[in-house]
């Protein structure tokens, strides 16, 4: 059986259309896992942090605003050299990269109260 020109070319578009399609998909399945901008707002009050519990996947660029509703506070992550003031009644917001997978501690380590010492929370970084 002899393919017509028209079937020839219909071949061709659709063979082209199989090579192009797949680095796309590919694409496309590559921005699915780019990493997320997830923005959180911790309140510090009473000596406590809520949430005291903070969870993103790995790669992501957390915007973290901490607002305090009473005293000064400090916000600090030694694993990732985060140490922030956050001063009586106002709010310090930063960004950083999560890159790193596991538990992290947070804390204020502010030391001109004894109640700053049992003020911590987690920073969960899950890997993708």
């Given at each position: 059986m002899a393919l017509t020109r028209r079937e020839a070319a219909l071949l061709m578009v659709a063979a082209g259309t199989c090579l192009?399609?797949?680095?796309?998909?590919?694409?496309?399945?590559?921005?699915?896992?780019?990493?997320?901008?997830p923005e959180f707002t911790l309140v510090a009050k009473d000596y406590r942090?809520?949430?005291?519990r903070i969870?993103?996947?790995?790669?992501?660029?957390?915007?973290?605003?901490?607002?305090?509703e009473d005293v000064a506070?400090?916000?600090a992550i030694d694993e990732y050299r985060i140490v922030r003031r956050v001063p009586?009644?106002?709010?310090?917001?930063?960004?950083?990269?999560?890159?790193r997978p596991g538990t992290f501690?947070?804390?204020?380590?502010?030391?001109?109260?004894?109640?700053?010492a049992g003020m911590q929370g987690q920073l969960v970084v899950r890997p993708r």
């Open positions: 192009f399609a797949r680095p796309m998909l590919r694409r496309l399945k590559a921005q699915e896992q780019a990493p997320g901008r942090y809520s949430p005291d969870e993103v996947a790995q790669d992501d660029l957390v915007k973290l605003t901490i607002r305090s506070y400090s916000f009586a009644g106002g709010s310090t917001t930063f960004e950083f990269r999560a890159d501690r947070f804390y204020s380590n502010l030391t001109n109260d004894a109640a700053h």
